[in-house]
């Protein structure tokens, strides 16, 4: 089967840095995606790990541990615009099993 | 611009009706996907397809059938639409089988009355 828990919500401060962790187990596993929506708005790619490590892409990094079930996403330098829900997306042969989504509210 | 476009943003339908999503992508993508989106549960798989005429279901095919006649529409049919339904509808494409990114529509709301 495919599990995929990542937190509920998540409140950060604009300029901070603010990381956002996802486990997952499934059956098969190429890769782990992490995706950014916006409300009202559709998923769009950020990042994608398929080895062990920490993949940076500006004010977004994001990290993947194959033998702990574990990624997280670190965004750092947050602006207002940050806030948005994160999806964490495990995927096998072409087939991505989502989480839940983190919803993250950047205040002032 | 590469784009994957949903026929219907918002749709309202009577119980026991057949509902057609509509789904375009203009990137010659091999994969397309149907998912749906409901608060608290995410983002889950109903039906995908690897290319023309081939489909599999994804997680929750129940109520759900779909067609993929060209390589680059794929749709997603509610036969006798119930209000369990009533949620948005997400159709995206990927490059590879073996792992590309998804590229989403704008997503279609479905309330079944």
């Known amino acids: 089967g495919q599990n995929i828990d990542q937190p509920t919500e998540m409140t950060a401060t604009e300029g901070a840095i603010v990381q956002i962790n996802c486990t997952y187990q499934?059956?098969?596993?190429?890769?782990l995606f992490w995706y950014q929506q916006h409300a009202g708005e559709a998923p769009t790619f950020l990042s994608y790990n398929v080895l062990d490590g920490l993949e940076e892409k500006g004010r977004f990094s994001s990290f993947l541990s194959r033998s702990k079930g574990y990624s997280y996403l670190l965004l750092k330098e947050l602006q207002m615009k940050d806030s948005a829900s994160y999806l964490c997306a495990a995927s096998n042969a072409g087939k991505s099993t989502f989480g839940d989504g983190t919803t993250l509210t950047v205040k002032p | 611009d590469v784009k994957v476009t949903q026929s219907s943003r918002y749709l309202v339908k009577r119980t026991g009706e057949k509902v057609f999503l509509e789904c375009v992508q203009d990137m010659d993508h091999e994969n397309m996907f149907w998912y749906r989106q409901d608060p608290g549960l995410g983002l889950r798989l109903i039906y995908f397809s690897y290319d023309v005429k081939m489909k599999e279901k994804g997680d929750i095919p129940e109520g759900y059938s779909v067609s993929r006649e060209k390589k680059e529409r794929f749709s997603l049919i509610l036969e006798s639409a119930s209000t369990n339904q009533t949620s948005m509808y997400l159709c995206?494409?990927?490059?590879?089988?073996?792992?590309?990114?998804?590229?989403f529509g704008e997503g279609s709301r479905l309330t079944v009355l």
């Open positions: 995206a494409s990927s490059y590879s089988t073996v792992d590309g990114e998804l590229f």
């Open positions: 499934t059956s098969g596993f190429n890769g």
